[in-house]
Nanobody
Framework: VQLQASGGGLVQAGGSLRLSCTTS????????AGWFRQAPGKGREFVAA????????KYADSVKGRSTISRDNAKNTVFLQIDSLKPEDTAIYYC?????????????????WGQGTLVTVSS
């Protein structure tokens, strides 16, 4: 499964971004999709995930209430909308896919990773 993340860029604090992750995998509907991020000098952390079975979602506390993960299986695409962006949201954002529907907040669950897209939030 190959994943391609896009939509990053430079945005002012308080602004919004919509990240996209596309794949050519025709059975993408049976994969859980997640977003992780890695800030400069820090480890990769969970941001959001959407379960393939029931489309239930999970969010990190740091983005809860101002972000939405969604998917369009017909277009093999997952989206991450983040509003009210803060400078601490600055990071490389990675999308990932997993054939599993449990432990979806954990990095080890995911077998497939995109190349990342850089989000920079200026104060």
């Amino acid at each position: 499964v190959q994943l391609q993340a896009s939509g990053g860029g430079l945005v002012q604090a308080g602004g919004s971004l919509r990240l996209s992750c596309t794949t050519s995998e025709r059975n993408f509907r049976i994969y859980t999709a997640g977003w992780f991020r890695q800030a400069p000098g820090k480890g990769r952390e969970f941001v959001a995930a959407i379960n393939y079975r029931d489309r239930s979602t999970k969010y990190a506390d740091s983005v809860k209430g101002r972000s939405t993960i969604s998917r369009d299986n017909a277009k093999n695409t997952v989206f991450l909308q983040i509003d009210s962006l803060k400078p601490e949201d600055t990071a490389i954002y990675y999308c990932a896919a997993s054939p599993f529907a449990v432990s979806i907040t954990e990095e080890r669950t995911y077998d497939y990773w995109g190349q990342g897209t850089l989000v920079t939030v200026s104060s």
